[in-house]
């Protein structure tokens, strides 16, 4: 029978702290609209559509920290399932294999173990998300120009998250009653990367038959 969720996700396992929108904010509002949606049982391909009137960045900003706080959440929940010994490689199944670059510590292409690839990703988004340069917080403060592109980054290397514990670790989220939540998540991220086009379809091919199989 399955956990409850309260159980399964429960704060103890959290890969990394949550982020956080600050109350009376703007982002914190469109934060509360989103989840009120969420909750109200609409179709999730409404659910990601952007509200009239209302920013794109803005909306696009919300729903990234968003799915960084789940997929942090639910690769925390299957970490110790997830070891230099069980996962030397980040990869996807036989056929995908994912290397890491940050153009910091690893300018070039490096092949890690998936906890470390975990590792250098978490960080590497933590960084940008407190970067007020690229996620502004004051009011009036413009997004860079470049902002949609940063998300596409990141939200690209947060599918690879999907792909390593769908492909590797699925039987674990079985085992804590949690497949139900995390194909929630999945459903929930996919609709919104594909509403706006924020990933490469090629990278989605991984998980291709899956997706066609539960997002209808």
């Not at 970490?79 to 980040?90: A, G, L, Q, V």
């Not at 590797?168 to 999945?186: K, P, Q, R, W």
């Not at 929930?188 to 706006?196: A, G, L, M, P, Q």
């Amino acid at each position: 029978m399955a956990l409850c969720l309260k159980q399964v996700f429960n704060k103890d396992k959290t890969f990394r702290p949550r982020k956080k929108f600050e109350p009376g904010t703007q982002r914190f509002e469109l934060y509360k609209k989103a989840q009120a949606s969420l909750k109200s049982g609409l179709d999730l391909k409404t659910v990601v559509q952007l509200p009239p009137g209302e920013n794109i960045n803005d909306w696009i900003a919300v729903h990234l920290v968003d799915f960084f706080n789940r997929i942090n959440l639910i690769y925390g929940t299957i970490s110790e399932f997830c070891t230099e010994k069980s996962c030397p490689i980040m990869s996807g199944g036989l056929k995908y294999e994912y290397r890491w670059q940050d153009d910091y510590r690893f300018k070039r292409p490096t092949k890690l173990s998936a906890p470390h690839y975990m590792c250098m990703l978490m960080d590497w988004i933590e960084t940008l998300i407190n970067n007020e340069n690229i996620f502004p917080t004051r009011i009036g403060v413009p997004f860079p120009k470049n902002f949609q592109q940063v998300c596409t980054k990141i939200l690209t290397r947060l599918f690879r998250v999907f792909v390593h514990v769908y492909i590797h670790h699925f039987d674990s989220i079985i085992g804590i009653g949690a497949e139900a939540h995390v194909n929630t998540c999945y459903k929930h991220f996919y609709y919104f990367i594909n509403e706006f086009s924020l990933v490469d379809q090629r990278e989605l091919e991984p998980l291709k038959e899956m997706t066609e199989r539960i997002c209808h």
